[in-house]
């Protein structure tokens, strides 16, 4: 069974400056895709960047980028410019290509909470 | 483009009690998956509804079940109510195997 973790539970950094959020997962699939998801405390889920593990190029998303590290399996997220907006709570996620049972669903880690201080 | 909504957004139960929650999928999205996240913890998978078919479960029993309608709207249900169940309830809807879009979630307290 596949597994994600989130070892930092709580983050925190200035305005402007920079952030990383680690992630490690295990799997014995060798084709799936690494989400980032955002929850305010609004508590809708925002996807934030997705990267396909066929690819090596790290995925970007303007001041959002990922290190994809697949014989690692780590997936880390670094928020550059840190604005007060980006304070949330963040989930790594995990999902088969071709789903278990074709059901694609993801796969959690426990969250990490970024504060942004100003 | 209209989003995926959910009613109620917030609901209070007692146990042993029975709720339906609701979910309206993304226009053009025929999947609907249903998630359960306790405070403070990441979403965990509860079951995957495709054209109106149960198409996967995860790790939660069977007083817990679901329906998905003709429009693709879906409705989760649960039965006999435990404290345990308190948590906020997330939808997502899909294309088959696509990206997943949230909805707000509905908030259940069981008292």
């Known amino acids: 069974a596949q597994t994600v973790t989130q070892s930092q539970p709580e983050m925190s950094v200035q305005e402007a400056e920079t952030v990383t959020l680690s992630c490690t997962y295990d799997t014995s699939e060798s084709d799936y895709y690494l989400f980032w998801y955002k929850q305010p405390p609004s508590r809708q889920m925002i996807l934030v960047i997705r990267?396909?593990?066929?690819?090596?190029q790290n995925a970007t998303e303007n001041r959002f980028s990922v290190n994809f590290q697949k014989a690692a399996k780590s997936f880390s997220l670094k928020i550059s410019d840190s604005q007060l907006g980006d304070a949330a709570m963040y989930f790594c996620?995990?999902?088969?290509?071709?789903?278990?049972?074709?059901?694609?669903?993801?796969?959690f880690g426990q969250g990490t909470t970024l504060q942004v201080k100003p | 483009e209209t989003g995926v909504t959910q009613s109620p957004t917030h609901l209070i139960k007692t146990r042993g009690q029975q709720v339906t929650l609701r979910c309206s999928s993304q226009s053009g999205h025929n999947t609907v998956s249903w998630y359960q996240q306790a405070l403070g913890q990441g979403p965990q998978f509860i079951f995957q509804?495709?054209?109106?078919?149960?198409?996967g479960r995860g790790n939660f029993p069977p007083r817990f079940s679901g329906l998905q309608f003709p429009n693709y709207s879906s409705e989760l249900n649960v039965n006999a109510l435990e404290l345990d169940d308190s948590a906020l309830y997330l939808c997502a809807s899909s294309s088959r195997m696509g990206e997943q879009y949230f909805g707000p979630g509905t908030r259940l307290t069981v008292t």
């Open positions: 509804y495709y054209r109106e078919e149960e198409n």
């Open positions: 990267q396909e593990a066929y690819k090596q």
């Open positions: 996620a995990y999902r088969s290509a071709h789903g278990s049972g074709n059901t694609g669903k993801l796969i």
